[in-house]
């Protein structure tokens, strides 16, 4: 078995060989590795080839592959039951651990992605206001539902232009795209439409294009905005929840959401979503109200019982300043080594235990349209570099990497020993 004839197979029976776009490599080229297990920081190919991994399944595995404290409860899972499509105790335990550790979640329904939290989340927001209009940020990623598949219009401000086939303009016409940073076009919309808009949604921590920190100030004004014209504010906390600190942004910035979403650490590595927020909005939903929202596999035992592992060690431990700080000086240092061989100045952009790199720049970059053109391909080599040595980055510039608490200082300078020398070889060709 290898990855190269594997892929040959997947492309036959899947689109693109793939489950998800990332992951076919199309963005920084050659064959995708096809991974067999996994193991702490660890991940092993189908051809025992090594890597440390600060993919990390794109962020929900904030104590790394197969935890141990996590392992323990999946296998009490299996001699208990997989699905009841019932009530069950296990939900109940779950949701009642986050009400009580975060103020505004006051109620919390759970779904199966963070697509499928968000799009519920916006049908709430519709309900409670008797508003259609959606207004949000380019350079924040939402999940795949229609309504959010948009980039900014090339026209008026505000206006926005479908991201994807197969989404009519009827789809989208209650879409108002932002750039993100950007307070006066946000007032000046406000003053346009405000009394039209249901919800602005925004990922408080921008993170699915690059590391797009926002200015504090600048989240503040939505906040104010929206309550000023009375639409919902609604933080897509699906990779900054329980990630950045276990109150996630919101907490970080002392901002409360009216609703938020969570997904990724949230089910420990299984499949989970959640929509939450104040009680008034979500005794909308069915069967306390009249939105509809239902889900077979929804609170699937698996994901339950998981995510109640994965966050009550993340409360109890509390290890967020710790990978912080590793993630931090990690970075910064193996940028100090991209320097050295690839003949471009690097920087290290961190927030938490989640990093990007990108070519540096005398300003903080907080904006789309900032990322430099040679971005893409200045990292897809970098990336090959790194790879061949058996450090597995998320394989696209364009996405952040994650420190988990498995990144022990030996495995960190591990990986740095393993940049200096495969970029040394790379580079030098
Ligand atoms: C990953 C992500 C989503 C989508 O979650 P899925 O589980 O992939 O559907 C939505 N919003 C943000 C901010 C995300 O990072």
Redesign the pocket.
Known sequence: MNSKDLFERSKKVSPGGVH?PVRSFASVGGTPVFFQKAEGAKLFDVEGKEYIDYCQS??PLLFGHRHPDIADVVRETVETAWSFGACEPYSLELAEFITSRIPWVEKIRFVN??????MSALRVARASTGRNKILKFDG?????LDALLVKAGSGLAGQSSTDSAGIGEEMIKNTLVLPLDDESALEALFQKEGDLIAAVII?PL???YGLLIQRKEFIQKIAALAKKHEALLLF?????GFRVGFQGMAGELGIEPDLV?Y??ILGGGF?V?AYAGKAVYMDLVAPSGPVYQAGTLSANPFGMRAGLACLKKAWNENPYKTLEKNCSDFTHELSRIFDRYTGIKWQAVSYGSLFWFKEYSDTSIRNLTQIPGGHKNNFAKLFHALLKEGVYLAPSGYEVGFLSTVHTKEILQETLNKAESGLKKEYSK
Request: net charge negative.
């Open positions: 998800s794109f962020g992605s963070g697509t499928e939290a968000v924040c990623y939402h999940g795949h990922e921008p993170a699915n897509d906390e699906v990779i900054s979403c997904g990724k499949p979503g």
